[in-house]
Nanobody, 127 residues
Framework: QVQLVESGGGLVQAGGSLRLSCAASGRTFSSYGMGWFRQAPGKEREFVAAIKWSGGITGYADSVKGRFIISRDNAKNTVYLQMNSLKPEDTAVYYC????????????????????WGQGTQVTVSS
């Protein structure tokens, strides 16, 4: 089981940027697709971004495309989410996620594809 710990959340003004990090345990990190999800109060957990286990191939929710960038550093067992041009509607708890299986072809874009969740980190964007 992959264990995940997020960091980098905080309070930022609209138009600003934050960089989230997710540190993963285990030597098999590079074999798992990774993703980011978020959940605002009273709303369902929604997909934000994902990156394939092999790297290179990424996917984004329409709401963040062009503003957020997902990347990974397998040597450091870490996945990142660079968030630019932040909007108040981006306010949510952000969760790092690992795929439920190794080396799957598809990107994880739904919660039921997730095998491991991080504890979440709060991102608050003020207007």
């Amino acid at each position: 089981q992959v264990q995940l710990v997020e960091s980098g959340g905080g309070l930022v003004q609209a138009g600003g940027s934050l960089r989230l990090s997710c540190a993963a345990s285990g030597r098999t990190f590079s074999s798992y697709g990774m993703g980011w999800f978020r959940q605002a109060p009273g709303k369902e957990r929604e997909f934000v971004a994902a990156i394939k286990w092999s790297g290179g191939i990424t996917g984004y929710a329409d709401s963040v495309k062009g503003r957020f960038i997902i990347s990974r550093d397998n040597a450091k067992n870490t996945v990142y989410l660079q968030m630019n041009s932040l909007k108040p509607e981006d306010t949510a708890v952000y969760y790092c996620a690992a795929d439920r299986a190794m080396r799957r072809v598809v990107l994880i874009t739904t919660p039921n594809s997730v095998g491991s969740w991080g504890q979440g980190t709060q991102v608050t964007v003020s207007s």
